[in-house]
């Protein structure tokens, strides 16, 4: 409650500037309203009028009726998606606003993004797929990037990976920053749009690093000639899917003497020592600890956020800015963990000048800080390998004997006195609790600073040479990461305990702080960008369209992260350096040629193979245009495109100078027969100055149509990629002794990665019902075109398998007896008993070993969907989403479903093998040592990895437009969410089960205001 009121209070602060503005146009303004329709004469619903100048600005209802207050001298500007901008003098308003349907893909909101420009949608020779956050603004909430594009784009496969290939560079307002997208660090208010260049096409002109593809994020600009203030307040909960459960004191004494029996040694808990744990009678000598209840862990987890947005300007300076504020509270449940939590500020501002007809200049900057206070344990790591009989955490001190002097001495002395009644407990083997860690460890505070900054030069020589631009983007960007920390050292307290009651202590480690605050844990990053273009794009007898640009561009990335001695590891920073050339060309839209390709220098290599050339080219035919296709009423829109090409990249050497011979010193060896040893020099990598890029070579073929009145939007790829001169250690060339002295090579294999993509979404409005249904999905498969394979047996062989391939030994279910162990082959993997899994002689030989292993599936699904559902009736709104994976397996991995030594034994341990249950036992027998014959990678985990996780589902209100002009605002949303819904598929339990930290489905609630 506490949140919400902070919250409220922000929202209402960051509001009163602009309701303080929109008074003072009220005292003057006059009342203006009209209708707006389409060229059909039919109602637009949330076109958007504004003032060109103030705060003035509303939406049509559904209706497309509107009302305004403005000034009398106001110019209103009218928009509406699909639809073309109109202006209007107050004084020349008309009753009836008629709107004319812009030219398809060439409407003022269609452009797009790409390789270092932007341009219409109708003009791309290359399939992109595109996602529009500042559309949704007030439709759909999402935290994080990941969830805004994992049910919307075709080819990735999670948030990230690409075609399989691994994860797509990603670019900000034209820099390259990120090698992932879940190390962006953005908020999706924050952004216009986002490209994503699954194709090599498409990706060229970055380089190297768009190796695997590239993603294009745009952020926010402001309008010339409006001013707009928007808040947007969340305030959620978490709730934990499902606790991990393990079993009580009694019951797993019980089975651990089971599992003692079963490796052949005597139990070590008496039946007297069991029935006491299980009476609870004495629950601090008895202790039977859950680490997993209410008591120390919540249920429901806590959440917040408010951003608001800034932005307007005029004809010579726009802006926006985001200022945003997270809070995430952790579910630990006691002591000072219970207030800790992680806290989010993040400021970008986005400035564009026109300094004159000629030169243009936009400052971009953003700053991001997390404080994430910790307590100096991980309490969920503890929790889930701590015994429940293993300490009793807390000592009462009401059942200490007070007449015992040393006693007395040792609670005066003690600085740690839990909640006023308890010692901390602990042994002489465990001499710390995670209680104690919490309570009186001491705390982290994890501080992460980011801050980027971007200085685009824009000269634009029209007035010369029409259509020529000259541009220049400096950008320079810093990370920062450290802990600091308070540690405290403190006792613990072995209790010896007499009926009952505790007649000594023995006292482990001393209560002592220092009263310092320590620093640690440092890295840093720091990355430094330009690229400069020229671009010309001229039409020539309305009918030939040119668009050519030229460009270099670089980056260096430096990563400092010290040792323990405070020597950086990495010695060299990351250097990228290209040049780019783009030629494009079409004929009346209809005829489309792309050449894009790019040179890029690389550091990692020897000078003389430094230099990788990447030629791509891309045809396009809007087949819509022709003359004999106009007779179709129902197809609008119909392009078919091809693309072939080459991105030679280094992005797989590990490093620096890899291509060189390296020698180290070892320990010696014996000289002239005497038992002294001498210092010798040995190789540990060869040389190989022929190292050379590996290679991605693609082919796409594909089409996108738009049908039925543009409501049907259909986009179908299918693509090639074959990567070459794969770049490892050419191990192969020697014998077993001499591995030391193979170099890296480009002669470890070849792969095929192939597959299709495709996404159709339908859009209609049924009088009072709005619709938008969207289904992507894409089929990403390999096969590996040749390794340097040598096995004894075909079987064991990858060539014409799956990249991701699992080779696992077959299980043959379980032994049920020692006859049946006798007459097996020879399992080579560690001890068997009954009750221990058994694997099939694949080659025959009597020896179970690796030359066992068979390939058994794909260890990544090629089938990846996603589906998206917007449904809205009048002021309601109801959204949702999910996404959906098959084709491949997963294995059942962790010490909760494979227990054995002493691991902690979760409620898994029931169905567990003996003797009574070998008939219908799902696991194997307990062994009270490491079991490394069941812990074998083997089909006896294995399971296909289907699911279907519906995402979101969220429903909204717009309060209508008079409301909102009542309360001052030109528009106001609020909605309920849910996150991470329900998850259908294969092995729920273990998809939703987690130990370390706790898997959770959100709910929250939730206002966006515009002023």
């Excluded at 449904?871 to 227990?899: D, Q, W």
Aim: aromatic share 12%; net charge neutral; hydrophobic share 35%.
């Amino acid at each position: 409650m506490n949140n919400i009121i902070k919250l409220c209070f922000i929202f209402l602060l960051l509001g009163s500037f602009s309701a303080r503005a929109q008074d003072e146009i009220k005292k003057r303004s006059l009342d203006v309203k009209s209708v707006v329709l389409d060229g059909n004469g039919v109602p637009v619903e949330r076109a958007v009028i504004h003032a060109q100048r103030g705060f003035a600005k509303t939406e049509s209802d559904r209706h497309g009726r509107f009302s305004l207050k403005v000034e009398p001298d106001a110019i209103l500007v009218i928009e509406a998606k699909g639809l073309t901008t109109v202006t209007y003098p107050v004084n020349q308003l008309p009753a009836e606003i008629k709107m004319s349907r812009a030219p398809l893909y060439y409407e003022e909101e269609s452009d797009v993004p790409i390789a270092f420009q932007t341009v219409k949608q109708g003009e791309l020779i290359n399939p992109v797929q595109i996602v529009r956050p500042a559309e949704e603004d007030g439709i759909v909430y999402s935290r994080d990037l990941n969830e805004l594009v994992g049910t919307r784009i075709a080819g990735l496969i999670g948030s990230n990976d690409v075609r399989g290939l691994g994860n797509a560079l990603v670019v900000v307002d034209g820099v390259p920053r990120y090698k992932s997208l879940s190390a962006a660090s953005l908020l999706p208010s924050e952004i216009e749009s986002m490209t994503f260049l699954n194709s090599v096409s498409a990706a060229v002109l970055y380089g190297a690093e768009a190796r695997n593809g590239a993603i294009v994020i745009t952020t926010k600009r402001g309008q010339a000639g409006t001013q707009k203030v928007s808040v947007k307040v969340n305030y959620g909960i978490k709730v934990a899917k499902n606790m991990p459960e393990f079993l009580g004191s009694a019951d797993y004494m019980t089975l651990y003497n089971e599992a003692l029996v079963n490796d052949g040694l005597n139990p070590i808990y008496t039946d007297a020592e069991i029935a006491n744990y299980r009476s609870g009678e004495n629950p601090y000598q008895y202790p039977d600890i859950d680490y997993y209840s209410s008591d120390y862990v919540k249920r429901i987890s806590t959440n917040s956020r408010v951003v608001a947005e800034f932005s307007g300007g005029s004809d010579k300076v726009t802006y926006y800015a985001n200022l945003g504020w997270d809070r995430d509270n952790d579910f630990v449940n006691f002591g000072p963990a219970k207030s800790m939590s992680l806290n989010r500020f993040n400021a970008r501002t986005n400035v564009d000048f026109k300094i004159s007809d000629v030169i243009s200049n936009t400052v971009i900057g953003s700053a991001v800080f997390d404080f994430d206070k910790t307590p100096r344990t991980n309490y969920f790591n503890v929790a889930s390998t701590m015994r429940p009989n293993q300490i009793m955490p807390f000592i009462p001190i009401d059942m200490l004997d007070r007449t015992d002097e040393n006693i007395n001495a040792m609670i005066d002395a003690s600085s740690n006195i839990i909640e006023g009644k308890y010692l901390l407990g602990g042994t002489a083997l465990q001499k710390t609790n995670p209680f104690g860690d919490i309570y009186t460890g001491g705390y982290n505070q994890n501080i992460d600073r980011s801050m980027e900054f971007n200085n685009i030069l824009k000269f634009d020589l029209n007035k010369f040479v029409k259509g020529l631009t000259v541009s220049a983007n400096i950008s320079f960007d810093f990370f920062n990461s450290y802990t600091q920390y308070i540690t405290k050292n403190y006792a613990v307290y072995e209790p010896a305990w007499t009926d009952g009651k505790i007649t000594g202590l023995t006292k482990y480690n001393e209560d002592k702080y220092d009263g310092k605050m320590y620093i640690g844990y440092v890295t840093s990053y720091r990355r430094f960008g330009f690229n400069g273009q020229v671009n010309y794009t001229n039409t020539f007898n309305e009918d030939h369209h040119v668009d050519a640009m030229l460009l270099v561009s670089g980056r260096t990335y430096f990563n400092f992260a010290p040792n323990a001695s405070g020597v950086n590891a990495n010695k060299c920073p990351d250097k990228f350096a290209n040049l780019g050339l783009r030629l494009a060309y079409n004929y009346k839209n209809k005829y489309y040629i792309d050449f894009s390709s790019s040179v890029t220098n690389s550091v990692k290599l020897d000078p003389k193979n430094s230099i990788g050339f990447s030629p791509t080219l891309a045809l396009a035919y809007n087949i819509a245009e022709e003359s004999f296709m106009k007779g179709i009423s129902w197809l609008d829109h119909l392009k078919v495109y091809a693309s072939a090409g080459i991105i030679q990249s280094d992005l797989s050497i590990p490093g620096y100078y890899y291509y060189d011979k390296v020698y180290s010193t070892s320990t010696g060896f014996p000289w002239n027969e005497k038992a002294s040893n001498h210092p010798s020099v040995v190789a540990t990598r060869g040389y190989n100055p022929d190292l050379r890029m590996e290679k991605r070579k693609e082919v796409n073929v594909g089409f996108d149509a738009l049908l039925f009145d543009r409501s049907l939007q259909i986009a179908v790829n299918y693509y090639e990629t074959r990567i070459t001169d794969k770049i490892g250690k050419s191990t192969h060339k020697y014998p077993t002794y001499q591995t030391d002295l193979a170099p890296y090579g480009n002669d470890v294999g070849s792969d095929r990665f192939f597959g299709g993509e495709i996404a159709v979404n339908y859009t209609k409005k049924f009088n009072d019902f709005r619709l938008d249904a969207g289904v992507v999905a894409s089929l990403c498969d390999s096969r590996v075109l040749t390794r340097n394979d040598f096995y004894a047996y075909d079987y064991l062989y990858r060539t014409g398998r799956p990249v991701t391939g699992l080779y696992m030994l077959e299980a043959e279910g379980l032994f049920g007896s020692q006859e049946e162990i006798d007459a097996s082959p020879r399992q080579t993997f560690g001890t068997v008993k009954p009750g221990d899994i058994k694997y099939k002689d694949q080659n025959g030989d009597k020896i179970i070993d690796n030359n066992d292993m068979v390939y058994v599936g794909r260890g990544s699904n090629p089938v990846n969907f996603g589906v998206n559902l917007t449904i809205g009736y009048r002021n309601f709104t109801l959204y949702a989403n999910g996404y959906g994976s098959m084709g491949g397996h997963s294995s059942i991995e962790g010490s909760y479903y494979r227990m054995s030594g002493t691991d902690k034994y979760s409620v898994v341990a029931k169905e567990r093998w003996t003797e009574a249950t070998k008939a219908t036992a799902k696991y194997p027998r307990l062994s009270s040592v490491e079991s490394t014959n069941n812990n074998q990678s083997s089909t006896f985990w294995l399971f296909k990895n289907r699911y279907f996780n519906l995402s979101r589902i969220q429903l909204n209100y717009s309060f209508a437009p008079h409301i909102c002009r009542k309360l001052q605002l030109g528009h106001l949303d609020v909605y309920l969410l849910a996150s991470d819904v329900a998850l259908v598929g294969t092995q729920n339990a273990y998809r939703n089960q987690s130990t370390g930290s706790l898997k959770t489905r959100s709910f929250a609630i939730g206002l966006n205001a515009t002023f």
